[in-house]
């Protein structure tokens, strides 16, 4: 039995599906209903801005009616109760890990509660409509503020500190996620070479099972739990 210390744990948006929040990819994903060219770039928001506003507009107002599920709460009964490291890295905007209570977590894509403006740069907490070109809190400006969400083509967010986590890890475990962007997919190698163990907790096989020591398939609100314990009680 290898001594876990160091934990990360790499969330995508599998975990939230439970709690009533779409996928992306897969059966009624977002990415099927449309084209990540026309909304999640840096072009798109430049060619049609009223459709990406409005895309995560009715993303963030659709946070008001989920709650967490037991995946989430669980993650966040491990944060507390783990006395090693243990980072949570989410791949998801929205902000049910928090609200679970997970303190020690990062959101590697930004977040649909985060914006940022594009005159002065400065992030603010946001949670109201950005169609409504709301004024930027810190310079004043009207019509600049962005979604703080990382499109593609974009650099995500605090990949040093990651990467870093990811060298100490004795274990890391991969929840809810394709496998299918990077860098997020790449970070069961990173944890491999680090010589971590490694798990994949998702309710399919993915492209990416096969870098893992051992895949469980099933609804997260169920491995996740069951895993926490397992963790806890050894
Ligand atoms: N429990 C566990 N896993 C689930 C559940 C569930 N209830 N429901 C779906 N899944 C799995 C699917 O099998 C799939 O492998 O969650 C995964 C979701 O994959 P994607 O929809 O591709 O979402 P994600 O991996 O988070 O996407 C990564 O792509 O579009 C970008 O920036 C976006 O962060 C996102 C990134």
């Keep these: ?71 989430h709460r669980a993650l966040a009964e491990l944060d507390a109760a783990w006395p090693g490291e243990l980072l949570i890295v989410t791949q998801n905007v929205d902000d049910l890990h928090e609200r679970a209570g997970a303190k020690r ?42 979604p703080d969400i990382v499109f593609f083509g974009e650099m995500p967010y605090e990949m040093e500190m990651i990467e870093a986590a990811l060298t100490r890890a004795d274990l890391f475990v991969s929840i809810g996620t394709s496998g299918a962007v990077y860098p997020a997919a790449g970070f069961v190698r990173l944890a491999k070479a680090a010589g971590a163990r490694t798990i994949e907790l998702n309710l399919d096989r993915t492209t990416g099972s096969g870098w893992f020591d051992e895949t469980r398939t ?3 609100g169920l491995l996740v739990p069951q895993w926490v314990g397992e963790v806890l009680r050894r």
């Design 1 to 71: 039995m290898t001594t876990i210390r160091n934990i990360v744990i790499l969330t995508g948006a599998g975990i939230s599906a439970e709690s009533g929040l779409a996928t992306f990819r897969g059966p009624d994903g977002l990415w099927e209903a449309y084209r990540v060219e026309e909304i999640c770039t840096p072009q798109a928001l430049a060619r049609d801005p009223d459709l990406v506003l409005d895309f995560y507009d009715q993303r963030r107002r659709a946070l008001g009616s989920v709650e967490p599920n037991p995946a």
């Design 105 to 146: 977590m990062v959101h590697i894509h930004g977040e649909l509660l985060s914006a940022w403006c594009t005159a002065c740069e400065g992030r603010s907490r946001f949670a109201g409509a950005m169609l409504d070109r709301p004024v930027c809190p810190d310079c004043g400006c009207v019509g600049t503020l962005r």
């Design 218 to 220: 099933g609804p997260a």
